[in-house]
């Protein structure tokens, strides 16, 4: 079993900074891609950012120029580095993982979720 545990959410006043954190512990083969997404009330899940293995990465077109997306192999962690926060960032964060396990001499790539980090941006 894989857990991912995120944090670093809170609240902060528009044009502020925030760093979430998530780290990914548990029987691990390789991490493929990890990513942070968000949703607001109402609204669906949508992607926020994503980095591959190669550190290849994208970003929602509404964060681009303010997020980077960062991660420390040697932890299994990602981080989001959050800039120049807006009110319409405000959303529960949450972490996604695509990791493989070894079992029975077999690799099996599984879909992992974090718990969700609140991030509250205000005006």
């Known amino acids: 079993q894989v857990q991912l545990v995120e944090s670093g959410g809170g609240l902060v006043q528009a044009g502020g900074s925030l760093r979430l954190s998530c780290a990914a512990s548990?029987?691990?083969?390789?991490?493929?891609?990890m990513g942070w997404y968000r949703q607001a009330p109402g609204q669906q899940r949508d992607l926020v950012a994503r980095?591959?293995?190669?550190?290849?990465?994208n970003y929602a077109d509404s964060v681009k120029g303010r997020f980077t997306i960062s991660r420390d192999n040697a932890k299994n962690t990602v981080y989001l580095q959050m800039n120049s926060l807006k009110p319409e960032d405000t959303a529960v964060y949450y972490c996604?993982?695509?990791?493989?396990?070894?079992?029975?001499?077999?690799?099996?790539?599984?879909?992992?979720w974090g718990q969700g980090t609140q991030v509250t941006v205000s005006s």
């Open positions: 996604h993982g695509e990791i493989s396990q070894s079992q029975g001499g077999r690799l099996f790539t599984y879909s992992y």
């Open positions: 548990g029987t691990i083969f390789s991490i493929n891609a």
């Open positions: 980095i591959r293995t190669g550190d290849s990465t």
